[in-house]
């Protein structure tokens, strides 16, 4: 919206800013963050209020987090908050990408706090069917992939581009859609897995997220993807004000959900926050990349579908409980030790993610 004042400007005013998509990405951090400070504890009273006995915890979990009960769920309601209303003010609305991860982002949401009021209301860790949950993600990432095609260059259309070999584009054609839907609805959930602990999903979310916006401003930009020999995308250098409001939103929401947390973040936050990933990976053609720079969510998914499938075939676990954050509490380790050697490890991998644009 801000953008727009760029229309009352001869070139050397204060109006000129915001041309910059920097200046944009740094107005869109300052926004977010203090919306979350700002609403934050009053969104966890009213949640607290309305909840009653707040999110509902497994009985099959770690002993320590039957002190948890009676938290508050739902917390992602903060974060898409701060995210949405700076976004909106910040971004060009004329960018198809911006709209894109934006619906992909608010799409899951919905999902996502369905879930949330159906485990409340009924008390229970059972919420939406799912089927259901998946059928919806599917179909919203299938529309999301379809259109991101349709606005990329001719050049790079239904092709999957691969990290390190600037040359390596592999036309895909008609299965860019279901690969697309799988990087989407796979982040999602795997953000999803990874939401156990205080604090364990938002700061890998918030590294990845910078990271995306990273390579979305460099990849958007024709001289700096000429100097690092990447794909230009024109335009996806937008999705750094995205990015940047995604920083502030989450570091806002972490104030409140760092250990002993005041506020979950539920399905509402978890399931949005990963199919925005998702959604900047496919826009950006950086798919791959995605995996690396959240490695951490791979490996969360990974456990649990190594996990079941053993269990089916053997009747016997590897892990002592999946997701594999919970494999660690289980042989003793703090939670505040996860935590932080969780975070540690995806700020590793972010900067192997980074490394990619150079080496090529």
């Not at 300052?30 to 966890?44: D, E, H, S, V």
């Not at 974060?79 to 709209?99: E, F, G, K, Q």
């Not at 999946?322 to 660690?328: E, L, N, Q, R």
Request: aromatic share 12%; with cysteine; charged share 15%.
């Amino acid at each position: 919206m801000f953008f727009w004042l760029t229309e009352f400007s001869d070139g050397g005013d204060v109006f000129n800013l915001f041309r910059y998509i920097t200046f944009r990405a740094g107005g869109a951090f300052a926004t977010a963050l203090i919306f979350g400070f700002i609403f934050g504890q009053p969104l966890i009273d009213l949640l607290r209020r309305r909840q009653g006995k707040g999110q509902p915890i497994r009985d099959d979990g770690p002993q320590s987090h039957i002190s948890k009960a009676g938290t508050p769920t739902m917390g992602g309601l903060l974060i898409l908050s701060a995210l949405m209303v700076s976004t909106l003010l910040w971004a060009r609305l004329d960018n198809p990408y911006v709209w894109i991860v934006v619906l992909v982002t608010l799409a899951f949401g919905l999902i996502g706090f369905a879930d949330d009021y159906a485990k409340v209301t009924r008390q229970n860790t059972k919420g939406v069917s799912g089927k259901v949950r998946m059928g919806l993600g599917l179909l919203i990432a299938a529309l999301a992939a379809y259109a991101a095609a349709q606005f990329h260059p001719d050049a790079l259309t239904n092709k999957l581009a691969f990290p390190v070999f600037k040359d390596a584009l592999f036309d895909i054609g008609i299965f860019f859609v279901p690969f697309g839907m799988i990087v989407i609805v796979g982040a999602a959930n795997a953000v999803n897995l990874t939401d156990g602990l205080d604090g364990l999903a938002i700061m890998p979310v918030l590294i990845a997220g910078g990271t995306l916006g990273i390579i979305a401003y460099v990849v958007g930009n024709a001289n700096f993807a000429d100097y690092l020999d990447v794909h230009f995308v024109p335009g996806t250098g937008e999705l750094l004000v995205f990015c940047s409001a995604l920083f502030g939103a989450g570091l806002g929401f972490l104030w409140y959900n760092a250990p002993p947390a005041a506020v979950f973040m539920g399905d509402t936050g978890s399931l949005a926050l990963g199919g925005a990933l998702g959604a900047i990976a496919v826009c950006t053609k950086h798919e791959i990349v995605l995996a690396i720079v959240g490695g951490l969510f791979v490996v969360e998914a990974l456990s649990v579908i190594i996990q079941v499938l053993y269990y089916k075939r053997t009747k016997r676990r590897i892990f002592l409980m999946a997701p594999i954050h919970h494999h660690f509490e289980k042989k003793g380790w703090a939670e505040p030790q996860i935590v932080i050697r969780f975070w540690i490890i995806s700020l590793i991998l972010a900067m192997i993610g980074l490394a990619t644009l150079k080496v090529r």
